[in-house]
């Protein structure tokens, strides 16, 4: 079946920087996708990645690997505002979007 | 970026009655729009994706016949939730895929129904 893994909720300090980790199993690869999501809110896009490696924009950073179905979201220079749920998403084969179930990210003064 | 509207934002309605929500996409044709439904402290959950001028194709598990989603024209489909009971009580999301090269999605701000 397919599958996608991330924590389930993670604790940083303001101006911090924190990693959130993203594994994946699906039939076929398209692109993996992290969306922010505040409570009560819809998804907003943050990044996509389709080649390894790393794509930094602004604070935020997403690398891919895909021989190990691996993904993550890294935030420097954490603000409170950042405090939300990070979702990731890979496009399979079929181009179907494949949701994790979100990781929620508290931020701390 | 593209921008995806939704209304209402928020719905109360009566067990047994029926509701609509409206998606549209405002600056691009979509020609191709995704129905969620999100509990809380839950993921998004596909429900159903919308093909203009076609049926709707169904994820295992959600009843066609409850959940009737509508996609006549480029820019507008409905999602209606028919003779709705309090555990239809949810926050409803739509997106539709922009004309990017990266597939990206867009959502529309959501509509949390409540059924009481």
């Known amino acids: 079946g397919q599958n996608i893994d991330q924590p389930t909720e993670m604790t940083a300090t303001e101006g911090a920087i924190v990693q959130i980790n993203c594994t994946y199993q699906t039939s076929g690869f398209n692109g993996l996708f992290w969306y922010q999501q505040h409570a009560g809110e819809a998804p907003t896009f943050l990044s996509y990645n389709v080649l390894d490696g790393l794509e930094e924009k602004g604070r935020f950073s997403s690398f891919l690997s895909r021989s190990k179905g691996y993904s993550y979201l890294l935030l420097k220079e954490l603000q409170m505002k950042d405090s939300a749920s990070y979702l990731c998403a890979v496009m399979d084969s079929n181009y179907q979007l494949i949701w994790g179930a979100g990781t929620k990210l508290i931020i701390k003064p | 970026g593209a921008v995806v509207s939704q209304h209402p934002s928020w719905v109360i309605c009566k067990s047994g009655t029926s509701v609509k929500i409206e998606c549209r996409s405002l600056d691009f044709q979509a020609t191709t729009m995704f129905w969620y439904r999100q509990f809380p402290k839950q993921s998004l959950m596909l429900m159903a994706t919308s093909n203009e001028g076609s049926k709707a194709t169904y994820e295992q598990g959600v009843e066609k016949d409850k959940f009737l989603i509508n996609h006549a024209s480029l820019t507008l489909s409905t999602l209606t939730v028919t003779s709705a009971h309090p555990e239809d009580s949810s926050f409803y999301i739509c997106?539709?895929?922009?004309?990017?090269?990266?597939?990206?999605?867009?959502f529309g701000e959501g509509s949390r129904l409540t059924v009481l």
């Open positions: 997106s539709a895929r922009g004309d990017t090269d990266t597939g990206e999605l867009f």
